[in-house]
């Protein structure tokens, strides 16, 4: 049986704080610089994931520290620094952006006190700190948002995994809830419509649109993961929603590893198809990302443009993920408001109910003075 130094306890706790709520937005993490030396840790944590790579333990570590950490680091540290920024990583920097204006947005919603938290899956910083963070700012109740519209086990259920092993580690953990997914959002998919109009206000419109997803690998759909049905449902939505008909909206996946069947079509060979084809104007998007990241910025926006122009298309335009946009925000705080329906940080209440629980600690003092 655990002994009480195994558990993280509230320091400084007494009973007339007033309770807060909490957000975790949670991405998928960057390593602290475009260096070998940087990627190799942050690799070797992401890729050691056994919800990431379902492969058993034993082999694939063999792989993992026998092959590929000797190789991918230098590749992928060169693939930062095509798009690493002075402030950092555009991932990083772009989710802080959105935390700090949703964060400000709820001030403007919520009657009671919330707290807005980013964390990394990977690398920092971790789930794990920034729940105990959050404890300690005096967080009661908390919601976990990963950053990923669609579910899947190699994304938001590894985010699951992580919150459960640090939640073991507290004496008084928080009331828990966690958004699974928002692939089909209303308002998400209204923010994704307005990007592209607002994008091909300004630059044109391609000949076709690509949503380009990232992938997983095909048995993974096949043993019940719902991420490859909850991209064709954000794709049909938004194909709607703009109008489209199946012939100007078409759908892949993008970032494989390995030998094995992902989910297809693949980008690249479609960015080569389509200009095979005589496509010489394409737009891409990639509604899987909620900020943009090596995948986008690197893999779209560089790589697959190079691509599609050597087999013989002229423009591959990337459209920008939603970031720190004005509609990316008011969706999300949309998403919040209603997954915490019933908080009392949420209630029109909540001022009252938080005096007569001051009032109702400061009694107990006076008693607790009195007979002591």
């Not at 669609?150 to 828990?176: C, I, N």
Request: net charge neutral; hydrophobic share 40%; charged share 25%.
């Amino acid at each position: 049986m655990p002994s009480t130094n195994d558990y993280t306890g509230l320091a400084g706790y007494s009973h007339d704080r007033p309770m807060k709520a909490g957000v975790l937005l949670v991405n998928l993490g960057t390593p602290e610089a475009p260096t070998a030396k940087a990627v190799r840790p942050y690799l070797a944590e992401f890729l050691g994931d056994p919800r990431v790579i379902e492969y058993p333990r034993w082999l694939w570590k063999l792989i993992l520290h026998g092959v590929i950490l000797r190789i991918r680091p230098a590749r992928s540290a060169h693939a930062y620094a095509r798009i690493w920024t002075p402030e950092g990583s555009p991932l990083r920097t772009g989710s802080e952006a959105v935390a700090r204006g949703l964060q400000q947005r709820l001030a403007a919603l919520r009657p009671g006190p919330v707290v807005v938290g980013l964390a990394m899956r990977y690398g920092q910083p971790s789930v794990a700190a920034q729940i105990e963070r959050l404890q300690g700012e005096g967080v009661r109740r908390l919601l976990v948002l990963p950053m990923y519209p669609q579910y899947s086990a190699t994304s938001t259920g590894s985010v699951l995994d992580a919150v459960a092993d640090s939640l073991k580690k507290l004496r008084w953990p928080p009331e828990l809830r966690i958004v699974n997914d928002y692939h089909d959002d209303p308002a998400h998919i209204e923010a994704l419509a307005q990007s592209i109009e607002q994008w091909w206000a300004t630059n044109g419109r391609g000949e076709k649109l690509l949503l380009s997803f990232h992938g997983i690998p095909e048995r993974y759909l096949q043993a019940g993961d719902p991420y490859y049905c909850q991209c064709k449902a954000t794709a049909r939505l938004l194909r709607e929603r703009l109008k489209l008909d199946a012939s100007q909206l078409v759908v892949s996946f993008q970032s494989r590893v390995g030998r094995e069947r992902w989910l297809h079509p693949y980008t690249d060979a479609t960015v080569r198809e389509l200009a095979g084809a005589g496509i010489r104007k394409l737009d891409v998007v990639c509604p899987g990302f909620a900020v943009d990241c090596l995948e986008t910025l690197e893999e779209i926006a560089m790589q697959n443009r190079d691509f599609f122009v050597e087999a013989g298309g002229s423009e591959l335009r990337y459209i920008p993920c939603l970031n720190d946009s004005a509609a990316q925000i008011d969706s999300l705080a949309q998403l919040v408001l209603r997954h915490t329906q019933g908080w009392d940080e949420f209630s029109p209440d909540y001022d009252a109910q938080a005096a007569a629980q001051r009032q109702q600690a400061a009694r107990e003092r006076a008693e607790r003075a009195r007979a002591g």
